[in-house]
């Protein structure tokens, strides 16, 4: 079963990283526009490099058209994904 993560995207920045916590959910800067998916996949290729998975591991549960997304990790635990992250990661 897939473990779930709260994000919370910014799109159109300088540059793609992680820029912290908003509540629960991780904020991600994304340098792709939100136009015709970019930012979603470039979301997706982003967490999956960081977490050094391949992308149809990672998927977009919930929120494809919201900056505020539910992301679906495969093969992964929690605490290995915030290892990776080099981030807590609030419980769902």
Not at 20 to 44: F, Q
């Amino acid at each position: 079963m897939p473990i779930l993560v709260d994000v919370r995207v910014i799109p159109r920045a300088k540059k793609t990283e992680l820029a912290g916590r908003r509540g629960a959910a991780l904020v991600i800067r994304l340098a792709a526009p939100p136009v015709d998916g970019a930012a979603n996949e470039a979301l997706v290729a982003w967490l999956a490099g960081q977490l050094g998975v391949p992308r149809r591991q990672v998927a977009i549960a919930r929120g494809a058209s919201s900056r505020d997304k539910v992301i679906a990790i495969d093969g992964l635990t929690r605490a290995e994904v915030a290892s990776r992250l080099g981030v807590e990661l609030a419980e769902r």
